[in-house]
């Protein structure tokens, strides 16, 4: 099966331009970027697509074996790179498609330019042995994942607007649990593990491409410290703090986000 078909790949934008490939974040798909790709049409190409299990994507693709890691992810992501054969690509990540990215970008450094951050947390669980702050404590985490398990639908109704900040814009935080609710649920319980129990923090050294790292206030899923542990932690790295709040500016502030990106660009 090609990627096409398989992570419903789109492309626009110039031909001759520069690639800009977008992942999107945990119970989203490509359409989160319909107000940021614009700003880039004219100059790149724009390169959307959704992973397996969200969007228009193939849920008969989805292996347990590939899937059950990062890695796995990172390997459909090379595979779209390889297939439509783009170099220079400009790698734009939301959460944690943002270590995803990294770690397609440590595989095949030669493909990648640089790699943007959204909102990125190379662990989530803290870990007191070495101090290291990632905002849960793991009983938040297998209690998050106990109520996703018995109620996916009500866990996204509850989580997806406080994932989303921004409560006196209740619109934003609705398209999000739609989103969710948009997602196949066995195959979001599963990802919604391999999200949440990661830890690429022995990754992050690795990347040899340039990145920028786009932190918000008052992120719950990724706090102002993980962004900066994430930005002392890779080689390279520019770090810019936005005013937007919440965990997805893409959606929530769109102008600043691609303000951020034009301007590292």
């Not at 018995?150 to 921004?166: D, E, K, Q, R």
């Amino acid at each position: 099966m090609g990627t096409t078909q398989r992570n419903a790949v789109t492309i626009t934008g110039s031909e001759s331009g520069r690639p800009m490939l977008f992942a999107h974040g945990y119970g989203c798909d490509q359409n989160m970027w319909r107000f940021v790709t614009p700003a880039f049409q004219d100059t790149h190409r724009i390169v959307l697509f959704d992973h397996v299990g969200n969007g228009k994507s193939d849920l008969s693709a989805y292996r347990d074996s590939r899937h059950g890691s990062l890695a796995g992810y990172a390997e459909d992501i090379l595979e779209i790179v390889q297939e439509n054969d783009l170099r220079d690509v400009i790698f734009v990540g939301h959460s944690v498609s943002a270590m995803i990215g990294v770690l397609a970008a440590i595989r095949e450094p030669e493909r990648f330019s640089g790699i943007v951050m959204i909102g990125p947390s190379p662990r989530y669980i803290d870990d007191e042995a070495d101090g290291y702050v990632g905002g849960f404590l793991h009983s938040d985490i297998e209690q998050m994942l106990e109520s996703l398990d018995s109620n996916y639908l009500g866990w996204s109704s509850a989580m997806a607007p406080v994932i989303m900040g921004n409560p006196d814009r209740p619109e934003l935080g609705e398209e999000l649990t739609n989103s969710f609710c948009r997602t196949d649920p066995e195959i979001a319980r599963k990802f919604a593990r391999v999200t949440f129990l990661s830890d690429n923090r022995a990754d992050l050294p690795d990347l040899r491409v340039p990145s920028l790292i786009l932190q918000c206030a008052d992120d719950v899923i990724a706090p102002a410290v993980v962004g900066d542990y994430v930005h002392k932690n890779t080689q390279e790295s520019t770090f810019m703090a936005l005013n937007a709040t919440g965990h997805c500016p893409n959606l929530s502030a769109p102008e600043e986000t691609v303000d951020a990106i034009k301007s590292w660009l």
